[in-house]
């Protein structure tokens, strides 16, 4: 089964050398992840300040800057792997670096057949 990892930090908690650090050791995971066939795909994201969010309500297209809400937390990757169940999803995320400082997210995938597959 595939799940999403979602990493939520405070995005100004890193230095440079910490965020540097932080992608070499999950680099390295996903290296492991790969090697044990679980790994899918992985990628931090940019910061919230270059985020556009989009809403339709009533035809109308609605466009603001940043992220759709104001937290503490804010979600900076994720990892999309394939284990065999949440137990193994669960050892997965204790892995990633971020999960020191921040919180990662354990969502089941569901898998729509038709989608185009990457």
Known sequence: MKYMLLIYLDEHTLSEVEREECYQES??????????????????????????????????????????????????GY????????????SIASRIPMVRKGTVEIRPVIEIEGLPIS
């Open 79 to 90: 990892y999309l792997v394939d284990a065999s169940d949440l137990d193994e999803a669960i």
């Open 27 to 76: 680099t390295q995971l996903a290296h492991q992840l790969k090697a044990s066939g679980q790994y899918l795909s992985a990628n931090p994201l940019q910061p919230t300040a270059l985020a556009t969010s989009v809403r339709v309500r009533d035809g109308k297209q609605f466009i603001t800057d940043g992220p759709f809400a104001e937290t503490r937390e804010q979600l900076g």
